[in-house]
């Protein structure tokens, strides 16, 4: 028996919200497909099916349901290996499984049903059933259940151990969770106040800007919501993975506070076109989010180190030739690996896309799509992807297998080959001003559209080589919770490379954090929130057609 | 078992385990200097490529 392996009722918490991510997967990855297809403008789709119906499908199921399901899980067994999970805590997290898959069922169902063709950004005045923004709510709330759980985990973990620094994951996790609690308050309170009420017809008119400012409150740290289970990973797991350390326990820390600090307060560099907000508070939204680049800086530079001190020690010199010393045939180090690579581009698109004027090229073009492509779909999932290979196995008490691990090698050179071509011909249609959110169209046989067309294709066919990698990897899922010899897969855990460094104690003063945090956000957001709600224009009747409800 | 208990035991996982090491070594990080200068510059000229682009229209 391995020693310190998750216990079984946890293992199966952890393994419930994976199920539910992987058929994600399957589903909105196929979703992904139609629309790549219906984009080249040699498809259409059959029974009636409408591109926004699928499109509501693509973002609602990838971008919330399987990130936030594997995320949740991801994050459980973390806390389960470094603080320890108490019956109640179990308990608690089913009732919090239940309810956001309830929430999950229900706002679904109004999508297939075609009730709910209003994307994943649901923008009024586009308006959707009621029950799919119940269904949002209810989910929510039941992340939400998430959030209090790992709260107490280290609470209950600090309480036995008074004085004692936190456990680096246990630390990650809670800091990730804050970020989620923080931003979601605002997505809960316009569908809470806004949303629903409205779609009910219990208020004529919707505040269409305070809707809008509410969403991006919560959509860009939702971004980091999704990041930082992968920075965990780079951080805590991939260097033991390496046969190296991980380089420093406080610039680890210290990222991950700025990303509590600096993440939330940023969301009008989303609005930078809209009307109707001071530019002066946009302008100061765009330095903080420039400032939230700094602690990816870090990570870039703490994995670099990683890998050098790893390959150095193994006896590789020089420059570079110590990235000869990393295990390119070991998929739980190469797949995270590309994900690191491929935030290269991913971040330096994000520094242009909250640049002002540079927003003025791109904003609402499909290079915003490759952009997140590249991050949440690359970046964020093949380090997920990557972290499936030993997690799923050692959550159901089974063994990768070589062959396994080589089909994985190829599942990720395939991911990595139809995301190179789908997003880099997204890109470059962008930059062409190809619109995003948009079916195929000729746009009257305009001369700009015709420019377009070749990348359109292009995108069809990196999307189909990204279907056959999802049809992979949601093989490679099933084998590996099902079909590998029963075994015990390691738990990569590394070790710090600086047994001496002192972390100071001040990165656990949760009040300052929070409070430093809040004080960001009072002062990002107060003044323009009340200039918002006093300048508004009239607010907006719904509109369910052409694509709200049909 | 009560709650305390059980959190206690399930809490003894070792995490972060550290090696005892004596000795204090600044570690060669000269490739890692470079690479991170390389981000940099890629940022720097991505950024002033679709700057210019922007000029340019």
């Known amino acids: 028996m391995l020693k310190n392996k998750i216990p079984k009722p946890e293992s199966k918490i952890a393994m419930a919200h994976m199920y539910v991510a992987f058929i994600a997967l399957l589903v909105g990855g196929l979703m992904g497909l139609l629309q790549t297809f219906v984009r080249s403008g040699e498809f259409t789709l059959p029974f009636g099916i409408g591109y926004y119906q699928i499109l509501t499908v693509h973002g609602v199921v990838l971008g919330l349901v399987l990130t936030t399901f594997f995320i949740i899980g991801f994050q459980y067994a973390l806390m389960s290996k470094s603080v320890g999970m108490s019956k109640g805590h179990r308990k608690w997290a089913w009732i919090g499984y239940i309810v956001t898959l309830a929430g999950t069922i229900m706002a679904a169902t109004m999508i297939l049903l075609g009730e709910a063709n209003v994307l994943y950004t649901f923008y009024a005045p586009l308006q959707a059933h009621p029950l799919y923004y119940i269904g949002l709510a209810l989910f929510v709330v039941g992340t939400w259940i998430a959030c209090f759980i790992n709260f107490n985990q280290l609470y209950q973990w600090k309480k036995q151990d008074p004085g004692e620094k936190s456990p680096l994951m246990a630390f990650m996790v809670v800091i990730n969770m804050l970020i989620w609690f923080i931003s979601t308050l605002g997505v809960a309170s316009t569908v809470l106040f806004q949303f629903i009420p409205w779609s ?94 700094i602690p990816s800086l870090l990570t870039a530079f703490s994995m670099f180190a990683s890998f050098e001190m790893a390959g150095r020690a193994k006896g590789h010199k020089g420059l570079f030739k110590w990235f000869k010393g990393l295990p390119w045939k070991d998929v739980r180090f190469l797949a995270p690996f590309i994900g690191m690579v491929a935030f290269i581009p991913g971040g330096a698109g994000g520094l242009i896309n909250a640049s002002n004027q540079l927003n003025g090229v791109i904003h609402n073009t499909i290079w915003v799509t490759g ?156 003044i323009p929130f009340i200039d918002i709600i006093q300048n508004s224009p009239p607010g907006s009747p719904g509109f369910q057609f052409p694509i709200g409800r049909g | 078992m009560s709650k305390q208990s059980a959190l206690k035991q399930s809490s003894a996982h070792d995490v972060h385990e550290v090696e005892d090491i004596e000795t204090h070594e600044e570690p060669n990080l000269k490739g890692t200097f470079a690479a991170v200068m390389f981000i940099g510059v890629f940022i720097v000229v991505s950024w002033i490529g679709v700057y210019a682009l922007y000029m340019y229209r």
């Not at chain 1, 997920?384 to 090698?409: A, D, E, Q, V």
């Not at chain 1, 991911?415 to 062409?432: A, E």
């Not at chain 1, 590394?494 to 972390?503: G, H, I, L, S």
């Open chain 1, 371 to 526: 952009h997140f492509h590249l991050t949440v779909a690359t970046t964020v999932m093949l380090t997920f992807f990557g972290l499936s290979y030993w997690l799923i196995p050692h959550l159901k008490g089974r063994t990768l297998t070589p062959k396994l691990n080589k089909l994985g090698l190829i599942q990720t050179w395939v991911w990595t080959i139809g995301m190179s071509i789908m997003s880099g011909s997204m890109h470059i249609q962008g930059l062409l001003g190809a619109p995003r959110r948009s079916a195929f169209s000729t746009y009257g046989g305009s001369e700009q559209a015709q420019e377009w067309v070749g990348y359109q294709i292009a995108q069809a066919v990196g999307g189909s080589i990204l279907f056959i990698g999802i049809i992979l990897m949601v093989y490679i899922f099933f084998k590996l919770s099902f079909g590998t010899p029963k075994g015990d897969q390691e738990f990569p855990v590394a070790e710090y490379a600086d047994v001496n460094e002192r972390t100071p104690m001040v990165f656990e003063n949760w009040k300052l954090w929070i409070g430093i945090a809040a004080v960001l956000i009072l002062f990002a957001y107060t």
């Open chain 1, 200 to 293: 009910l017809g219990m208020v004529d008119e919707i505040n269409v800007l305070v809707s809008r400012t509410l969403f991006w409150y919560f959509g860009h740290p939702l971004v980091y919501f999704w990041l930082l289970p992968a920075y965990m990973a780079w951080y805590t797991i991939i260097p033991k993975i390496i046969g190296g350390k991980i380089f420093s326990d406080g610039l680890a820390r210290l990222a991950f506070l700025l990303f509590l600090l600096f993440s939330i307060p940023v969301g009008f560099h989303h609005q930078l076109t809209e009307p109707g907000i001071d530019p002066f508070w946009k302008y100061i939204q765009v330095i903080l989010t420039f400032m939230v680049a």
